[in-house]
């Protein structure tokens, strides 16, 4: 497998490939041509639609997005932090003044990231929770940070960023925010929101055997607690991988639903 990592991941968006022109059709070409990334594949596990519409929607940033580049930010490259981040002070933007002196701070931003005082002051909450967790810190030792990378995974073009690498040790580590990083929580997000087929495509990506997540709560008392993704999940997620790969090779990149065929709806497991 050819791969290639190079630097550090931007202040987004960041959009795969070029959005068609409005009324233009989508064609086979558009998607099958382009890059794959987790979060592409994991759209086409909903669909191929939902793959479309995540390839060519516009990219609408959110304040949990703008929250956890600020905490990564911070974290994996402080060195870097007053460069790419401005922080911005208490600003009525309701008001004609509050509203002006925010056009002031973008203009005078230059491109960086603004980020609201409240929300810096959770970003120091945070790092210092994750500075207080010795096994979360070691993980970060001899690593590399914000990593982009490209390759093949059987056969078909991926690329991703990895947030902190150490292949001479064989991990790469993923840094999330959430609401709640105990066990059972973290268990059921990982499982609804495919975080396991994320560590088989960056295992894959960087030739690594083991994924870890750092989970940081965004909220008091901003717990850290650090998951290794067990032997039997990495085997259930290569297997997922491989059974997706195969699915989307097969796919005519043409528009497709969840099913074309009349379905019969049954009671769910539980009930």
Not at 149 to 166: K, L, M
Request: proline content about 5%; some cysteine.
């Amino acid at each position: 497998m050819g791969r290639r990592a190079s630097g550090r991941r931007g202040n987004p968006k960041r959009s795969e490939v070029v959005k068609p022109k409005k009324n233009e059709p989508l064609n086979k070409t558009d998607m099958k041509d382009s890059t794959l990334s987790y979060s592409a594949l994991k759209a086409f596990a909903k669909s191929p639609n939902h793959f479309i519409h995540y390839k060519t929607k516009d990219r609408v940033d959110s304040p949990a997005m703008a929250l956890g580049r600020a905490v990564h930010g911070y974290i994996l490259e402080p060195e870097k932090f007053d460069d790419d981040f401005q922080i911005m002070p208490k600003i009525d933007r309701r008001t004609k003044a509050g509203k002006e002196q925010y056009l002031e701070l973008m203009e005078s931003a230059q491109g960086k990231q603004l980020v609201d005082h409240s929300d810096f002051w959770t970003v120091k909450e945070i790092a210092h929770s994750f500075i207080s967790s010795k096994v979360a810190l070691e993980l970060l030792i001899d690593t590399e940070r914000e990593q982009h990378i490209t390759g093949e995974i059987q056969g078909v073009p991926f690329h991703g960023y990895g947030d902190a690498v150490n292949q001479s040790a064989g991990y790469c580590l993923d840094l999330k925010t959430c609401r709640d990083a105990s066990p059972d929580a973290f268990m059921r997000d990982a499982h609804n929101m495919d975080y396991h087929l994320q560590a088989a495509v960056y295992r894959a990506l960087f030739q690594v055997d083991r994924f870890y997540w750092i989970a940081v709560e965004k909220d008091a008392p901003f717990n850290v607690t650090v998951f290794m993704q067990s032997e039997d999940a990495a085997k259930k997620s290569d297997h997922y991988l491989t059974t997706l790969i195969k699915k989307w090779k097969a796919w005519d990149g043409k528009p497709q639903p969840y099913s074309s065929e009349i379905l019969n709806l049954d009671l769910p497991r539980w009930a």
